[in-house]
């Protein structure tokens, strides 16, 4: 880790150790897909289902989905389909406009939902390194930067790739 010190600036620096901490850990991307597993669900119906857009009791029109998950309708429609028949979710038209349907959780999905979370949520042990202390500072760093970042409006479009300087 100490090699990536140097000039590259530390928010960098900490992004890049929670990236990989995520997306890269045998201990955090085997566990999540041992969880999804044991729940007999494929990694993109465990995503579904944790879906944000899907609060309990609250509807949610299909092309929400469609776009929070940044795919073609007809991907929504197989994947709420899943759910549907595992009893988590029901299809519901929209009151507002017959044309589309929303989705809406069922007592069981939700119960579903809770359980998955609860198990993604639990510390994996290497946690054990930090002190008492540090968890809270770390647990407090979080917290604001999702605070903020919740605040800040959704990116739009695609960033565009960083260039190098053309020749002078």
């Known amino acids: ?13 900490a992004w890049q150790g929670i990236f990989d901490l995520v997306m890269f850990s045998p201990h955090t991307r085997d566990r999540m897909h041992r969880i999804s597993e044991d729940a007999g669900f494929t990694p993109a119906l465990m995503k ?3 879906s944000p857009s899907l609060q ?3 509807p949610v029109p299909m092309r929400t989905l469609a776009g929070e998950w940044r795919c073609d309708p007809s991907y929504v429609t197989t994947q709420i389909r899943e759910l549907e028949q595992r009893g988590l979710v029901e299809r519901r038209y929209n009151p507002e406009d017959h044309r589309f349907k929303t989705v809406v959780l069922t007592d069981k999905g939700e ?3 809770a359980e998955m979370r609860d ?20 647990r407090d760093l979080l917290d604001k930067l999702v605070v ?5 409006p959704p990116p739009t479009g695609r960033p565009e790739p960083k260039r190098d300087a053309e020749p002078g």
């Not at 903020?148 to 800040?152: D, E, G, L, P, V």
């Open 1 to 13: 880790m100490n090699e990536r010190r140097g000039r590259v600036p530390p928010a960098r620096q």
């Open 48 to 50: 579904a289902v944790l």
């Open 56 to 58: 309990p009791g609250q």
């Open 111 to 113: 119960r579903v939902r």
């Open 119 to 138: 198990q993604l949520l639990e510390p994996p042990e290497f946690f054990s390194v930090l002190s008492a202390a540090e968890q809270r500072t770390l």
């Open 148 to 152: 903020c970042a919740q605040a800040m």
